[in-house]
């Protein structure tokens, strides 16, 4: 049911300065124009000290990309910072949104995580405007996540059919917290175009806090409201990675009503999905057993069955990466270290005209990670 129809990438890491090499975090946004805009984050090393964010336009259905002029500001309020993710949602014609996690950097010799409190640098959710499809943007403007700390943006924006925008992201602690990591995944509502944002709605959390449902994938359902949500499932006591999760539910007025969270027969990690107009609900999956694919699956009952023989292989990677984490007995501690080592990964995905999707995610070296695009006919 799917055809490959053709390949290529998005930012060559190999023509890039070493300080340019490592490109990840993928994004796609599909303009009304046509216009398709491709982000990540980029730098001379996965979260590294200096990371930016980078923005590519296709103005031909994703044949072919130009990296855009744009530069952004990664020190706020004085602070020196860097930048994580580059989300974007047309919210009016012509009227883009770019959104990003910033990391606190004023020391420069903390990672990203802690693993002696297992905690994470302070955070910041900013939102930039573009009026030119990306060429340039407005100054950041921050985000108020209540009173949630070591939050961080997960994927990509939904547009509801009614305009309402969803910008969805996790908690977790800060990195001199000494408390227990409480996970949970979550989004803020904007019902004006982003000038505002609702407080934070909670998506997942487990009631016992021993599975995390990490880096939440959503999209948009065919019913007013409806959006179906993907996650990365670990269960942190029997450490190990669990098949992909779902859940359905409906953005009513204040709340998330949700039907329950449930396993499918998905293997891996982050899950990008996508409703078909037919009902039919796509996952772009990438799955780290060796060797490590990133797998185009279609379920056609709403995500209650997913056929292994309908599913596209796209790509096969040959990790390179020395991590020490295998699928079982999980370290907790060392697979934070191994997330900042993968070298493939974080897919996206979004529809085009005459029944095709394009894809999108990063894969390379250790030392060398660009951005890759795939596009497939759905039969």
Known sequence: MFVLENRGLILDATRQPAQSRISYFTSLCVLRSGVILCGCQNGPGKHSVTSTIRLCRSNDD????????????????????????????????????????????????RPLFDPV????????????????????????????????????????????????????????????????????????????????????????????????YWDQRLCTGLAPGEFTALFWTHDLI???????????????????????????????????????????????????????????????DDGLLWPEEHRLIVHIHDERAAVPQGSENVDFKQYWEDMGK???????????PENRVLLAWYAGTPDSMSLHWARVCIE
């Open 62 to 109: 994703g044949r072919t990309w130009e990296p855009l002029p744009a530069r952004f500001e990664t020190r706020i309020d004085g602070h020196p910072g860097s930048l994580a993710a580059a989300e974007m949602v047309e919210a009016a014609p012509g009227r883009l949104l770019l959104f990003t996690t910033w990391f606190d950097r004023s020391d420069p010799e």
């Open 117 to 212: 409190t297992e905690g994470i640098l302070k955070s910041k959710q900013l939102l930039a405007i573009s009026t030119d499809d990306g060429s340039t943007w407005s100054d950041w403007r921050e985000l108020s996540m209540g009173a949630l700390k070591g939050c961080a943006l997960t994927g990509p924006i939904l547009q509801m059919r009614d305009g309402t925008i969803v910008f969805a992201f996790e908690s977790f602690k800060e990195y001199d917290d000494p408390h227990p990591g409480r996970h949970a995944a979550w989004i803020v509502v904007s019902r004006d175009g982003g000038k505002s944002f609702s407080q934070p709605l909670l998506v997942a959390q487990h009631p016992d806090h021993g599975i995390y």
């Open 238 to 300: 029997e450490k190990h990675d669990l098949t992909v999760h779902c859940r359905h539910a409906i953005l009513s007025a204040d709340a998330v009503i949700a039907s329950p969270i449930r396993a499918t027969s998905i293997p891996g990690q982050i899950a990008a999905p996508l409703r078909l107009d037919d009902g039919r609900l796509l996952a772009f999956v990438v799955d780290r057993t060796r060797p490590g694919t990133m797998t185009l699956w279609c379920s056609p």
């Open 342 to 352: 993968w070298s493939f990964g974080h897919p996206a995905i979004r529809s085009l």
